[in-house]
T-cell receptor, first 111, second 115 residues
Framework: GQNIDQPTEMTATEGAIVQINCTYQ??????LFWYQQHAGEAPTFLSY????GLEEKGRFSSFLSRSKGYSYLLLKELQMKDSASYLC????????????FGAGTRLAVHP | NAGVMQNPRHLVRRRGQEARLRCSPM?????VYWYRQLPEEGLKFMVY????????ESGMPKERFSAEFPKEGPSILRIQQVVRGDSAAYFC?????????????FGSGTRLTVV
């Protein structure tokens, strides 16, 4: 079976740092993705991890531990525009590009 | 290079009518994926298609739902005899044949409302 867990909601203050966790149990693993989705809009790609460790991209970083089935997305210097849902997705093995998504974490950034 | 194009953006149907959702992938992308998103929920995989082939339809409801990706033209997600529970946002995504480090490119979605 496929199971991807994320917290439902988080709140943070403008300028702060927030970490959004994701745990997964899937039949096969071939990469983990984070997407951002603003209300009423399409998801947009943020980051990709396939090997253990940290990937940094500007204010956003993503970490993966395959042995623990665990990832996190780290957002630094939070801005109001970062208020959105953050979706964790696993690409299952099998030779093609199918992604299984978690339910998403709604992040509210307050002044 | 246009992104993934979905239309219509909004669609209202009465119970029992048919809904047709269209998706044109990005140029160079031959793989199309359809997802459904209920309010306040995540994206649920429905079907994965390549040109003229359904590769994985494990997320499609057994009845009333069908999908195609013909040799020419957009991919179509068809819902027959819609019911209120079909109201959702339907997102299409596309990718090139090879696996990459960016996953999908999503369209803006079609928001279906059944009244």
């Amino acid at each position: 079976g496929q199971n991807i867990d994320q917290p439902t909601e988080m709140t943070a203050t403008e300028g702060a740092i927030v970490q959004i966790n994701c745990t997964y149990q899937t039949s096969g693993f071939n990469g983990l993705f984070w997407y951002q989705q603003h209300a009423g809009e399409a998801p947009t790609f943020l980051s990709y991890n396939v090997l253990d460790g940290l990937e940094e991209k500007g204010r956003f970083s993503s970490f993966l531990s395959r042995s623990k089935g665990y990832s996190y997305l780290l957002l630094k210097e939070l801005q109001m525009k970062d208020s959105a849902s953050y979706l964790c997705a696993v690409r299952v093995a099998g030779g093609y590009n199918k992604l299984i998504f978690g339910a998403g974490t709604r992040l509210a950034v307050h002044p | 290079n246009a992104g993934v194009m979905q239309n219509p953006r909004h669609l209202v149907r009465r119970r029992g009518q048919e809904a047709r959702l269209r998706c044109s992938p990005m140029k160079g992308h031959s793989h199309v994926y359809w997802y459904r998103q209920l309010p306040e929920e995540g994206l649920k995989f429905m079907v994965y298609l390549q040109k003229e082939n359904i590769i994985d339809e494990s997320g499609m409801p057994k009845e009333r739902f069908s999908a195609e990706f013909p040799k020419e033209g957009p991919s179509i997600l068809r819902i027959q005899q819609v019911v209120r529970g079909d109201s959702a946002a339907y997102f299409c995504a596309s990718s090139p044949p090879r696996q990459g480090n960016y996953g999908y490119t999503f369209g803006s979605g079609t928001r279906l409302t059944v009244v």
